[in-house]
């Protein structure tokens, strides 16, 4: 089992900045791929952002590219989202997820392993 816990969530204005934390513990950290993920009221789970096992790759889902950054260090099993330009569109629970790195990439909710409880984000305008 892996357990994660976001942390850093909370309320900014359009044009603020958030940095999330993702703390995993249990199973080795550095052997799983990382994502973020968001959930808005009433709408689905969306892919936000992911990197790899050794941080060597990550992608971004096209609204966030440019604003957003991820990144983890895996001497501390901690993951990050810096999250810059927060526009009122961004305002969503946000989900870290963890998928064996062995079973290869993917993005779909439905592929991740494990998923922290979330925390959420709200940008005023």
């Known amino acids: 089992q892996v357990q994660l816990v976001e942390s850093g969530g909370g309320l900014v204005q359009a044009g603020g900045s958030l940095r999330l934390s993702c703390a995993a513990s249990g199973r080795t950290f550095s052997n799983y791929n990382m994502h973020w993920f968001r959930q808005a009221p009433g709408k689905g789970r969306e892919f936000v952002a992911a990197?790899?096992?050794?941080?060597?790759?990550?992608y971004y889902a096209d609204s966030v590219k440019g604003r957003f950054t991820i990144s983890r260090v895996n001497a501390v099993n901690t993951m990050y989202l810096q999250m810059n330009s927060l526009k009122p569109e961004d305002t969503a629970i946000y989900y870290c997820?963890?998928?064996?790195?062995?079973?290869?990439?993917?993005?779909?909710?439905?592929?991740?392993?494990?998923w922290g409880k979330g925390t959420p984000v709200t940008v005023s305008s």
């Open positions: 997820a963890a998928r064996f790195s062995s079973r290869g990439y993917s993005d779909g909710p439905d592929d991740m392993d494990y």
């Open positions: 990197i790899t096992w050794s941080g060597v790759s990550t």
